[in-house]
């Protein structure tokens, strides 16, 4: 069964750069997985962010970015500010049509 | 405006069946590709499944958890996408959000409807 790797939890100071991943728990993480990063706060639908590796969903502010680092897909935010604090998840689509989500990652501000 | 409104949530019993419906506005919805996540109370977002357009065979996928008990399905003329979900678990419990696919991940989101399985 495919599983899908995140971060449990992270901080980052505000104003500070931070770094997520998502990885496979066997084999790399590659753009034909369609890396996509999503955003939530208690209470609220989630939020797109990024799709396909690295384009910003219509809205999301340049400071959030996502790549491939290695064998993970990661998402980057520049400049981190207080109300960036959220849950955030990953997914990713397999060869087999299904899509995974990561467990998720809470990110702390402070 | 583009605009997702789930429906049919509701308390059921194990076993049971329910309907859920998403009403789909502001796209082109015949070429819209639409999965399913739920969310259980207090856990992560879990990816139920998701329809092509008709032009992709409207081919369906799903999770495993929900494989041969749940069925997706999509009315284009009525802008609308449905979730049968049949032989209901406790551990379906969880609020349904439909959305609309963009480069293979979800883009747009509803506001959910829960769903309770509990006898």
């Known amino acids: 069964q495919t599983v899908v790797t995140q971060e449990p939890s992270f901080s980052v100071s505000p104003g500070g750069t931070v770094t997520l991943t998502c990885g496979l728990s066997?084999?790399?993480?590659?753009?034909?997985?369609?890396p996509s990063w999503y955003q939530q706060t208690p209470g609220q639908s989630p939020r797109t962010l990024i799709y396909?590796?690295?384009t910003r969903s219509s809205g999301v502010p340049d400071r959030f970015s996502g790549s491939i680092l290695g064998n993970k897909a990661a998402l980057t935010i520049t400049g981190a500010q207080a109300d960036d604090e959220s849950d955030y998840y990953c997914m990713l689509c397999m060869d087999s049509g299904i899509s995974v989500f990561g467990g998720g990652t809470r990110l702390t501000v402070l | 405006e583009k605009q997702l409104a789930e429906s049919g949530g509701g308390l059921v019993e194990p076993g049971g069946s329910l309907r859920l419906s998403c009403a789909v506005s502001?796209?082109?919805?015949?070429?819209?590709?639409l999965h399913w996540v739920r969310q259980a109370p207090g856990k992560g977002l879990e990816w139920v499944g998701r329809?092509?357009?008709?032009?992709?065979?409207?081919?369906?996928d799903y999770a495993a958890p929900v494989k041969g008990r749940f069925i997706i399905s999509r009315d284009d003329s009525k802008t609308t996408v449905f979730l049968q979900m049949n032989s209901l678990k406790i551990e379906d419990t969880a609020v349904y959000y439909c959305?609309?696919?963009?480069?293979?991940?979800?883009?747009?989101w509803g506001q959910g409807t829960l769903v309770t399985v509990s006898s």
């Open positions: 396909s590796t690295n």
């Open positions: 502001g796209f082109i919805f015949t070429n819209a590709w």
């Open positions: 066997s084999g790399s993480v590659s753009t034909s997985h369609y």
């Open positions: 959305s609309v696919d963009s480069g293979h991940s979800v883009a747009w």
């Open positions: 329809i092509k357009s008709r032009a992709g065979g409207e081919t369906t």
